[in-house]
Nanobody, 131 residues
Framework: QLVLVESGGGSAQPGGSLKLSCQVS????????WAWFRQPPGKGREAVAG????????VYADSVKDRFTIDQDDAKNTLFLQMNRLKPEDTGMYYC????????????????????????WGQGTQVTVSS
């Protein structure tokens, strides 16, 4: 069993930055694929960044490429999402997710899976970007 706890959300102005953290309940070196999802108000959950088991490949959604960075610190059992140059459309609930799979059918084609591919989720942290 894996427990994920997000933190670091809050309010920011357009152009600002926030760093989200996802604390994982135990050491999982290279046995899981990870992702950050967001859910804007009234919309479905979409992946914005993912790290895949096996080769550590990183993939970003086009909407956040060159602005967001996903990273992990195995020693601290923590996943991060650094968000720079924030836009109002980045507003939403952000979730970290994990699955004990390499998700090769997505990893090998630089694609991000939908939420159904992940079976461990945090409770979410709210990000609001407005002036």
């Amino acid at each position: 069993q894996l427990v994920l706890v997000e933190s670091g959300g809050g309010s920011a102005q357009p152009g600002g930055s926030l760093k989200l953290s996802c604390q994982v309940s135990r050491y999982t070196h290279d046995t899981y694929s990870w992702a950050w999802f967001r859910q804007p108000p009234g919309k479905g959950r979409e992946a914005v960044a993912g790290i895949y088991r096996g080769n550590g490949a990183v993939v970003y959604a086009d909407s956040v490429k060159d602005r967001f960075t996903i990273d992990q610190d195995d020693a601290k059992n923590t996943l991060f999402l650094q968000m720079n140059r924030l836009k109002p459309e980045d507003t939403g609930m952000y979730y970290c997710a994990a699955v004990a799979s390499g998700l090769s059918r997505y990893r090998d084609y630089d694609r991000l899976p939908g939420p159904k591919e992940y079976n461990y989720w945090g409770q979410g942290t709210q990000v609001t970007v407005s002036s």
